[in-house]
């Protein structure tokens, strides 16, 4: 059920960024992403993330200035196989250990594209919310600590059109920053996505 009410959020936030820029032109963005964990999101999972995906909508409000908004997913795993491990001096556990991250960023977004036209090189900043998830599996039982985290994503980016059509090749590395909070650890991670554009 929280699943299902993230994927609406993403949604409704897309929709309705786009949809008020809608006059000026703009275009939707389907991009695959992978992940490379950094800091405190690589002592929890080292493992590079390749299951991740982004929706954004942006709209110009001149020839070189779009705004918008954005959804996706990423997710890290790592599986450390049978392990024993001491919870005290008299108790030992064993079991599969396995960790999870589900991040979920749900961000307005401005980018500035410096040649519109035939070849389009951007620069990008996200400002909103990451929704993350993190689990240790010990066998059937799991730790969880889940929070909603302040974020930034600056961007760096490129869109290549085919031909006459309204499609267009687009490839971004982004920076994923998601600030800590009371009672869990700040994330980050660089975000590296291909995919396609539609432009209107």
Not at 127 to 140: E, K, P, S
Not at 159 to 178: E, L, Q, R
């Amino acid at each position: 059920m929280k699943k299902n009410k993230i994927f609406l959020t993403i949604i409704f936030i897309v929709t309705f960024s786009i949809s008020s820029f809608a006059q000026g032109g703009g275009a939707w963005n389907f991009t695959y992403n992978m992940g490379i964990p950094m800091g405190d999101t690589k002592d929890f999972v080292s493992k590079s993330s390749f299951r991740g995906m982004m929706i954004e909508g942006r709209g110009f409000v001149t020839n070189n200035l779009a705004v918008g908004g954005a959804g996706g997913w990423q997710v890290f795993y790592e599986n450390l196989g049978w392990v024993t491990e001491n919870v005290n001096e008299t108790t030992t556990i064993n079991g599969y250990k396995r960790k999870y991250i589900n991040a979920v960023p749900l961000m307005a977004t401005a980018h500035y594209y410096f040649f519109p036209g035939n070849l389009m090189p951007y620069i990008g900043l996200g400002l909103g919310t990451y929704y993350i998830d993190a689990r240790t599996y010990m066998g059937i039982y799991y730790i969880e600590d889940e929070a909603w985290h302040f974020g930034l994503a600056p961007e760096l980016g490129l869109s290549i059109p085919f031909g006459s059509s309204n499609a267009a090749f687009t490839a971004n590395v982004k920076y994923n920053w998601a600030a800590k909070t009371k009672d869990t650890s700040g994330q980050s991670w660089i975000g590296v996505g291909v995919g396609f554009s539609y432009v209107f």
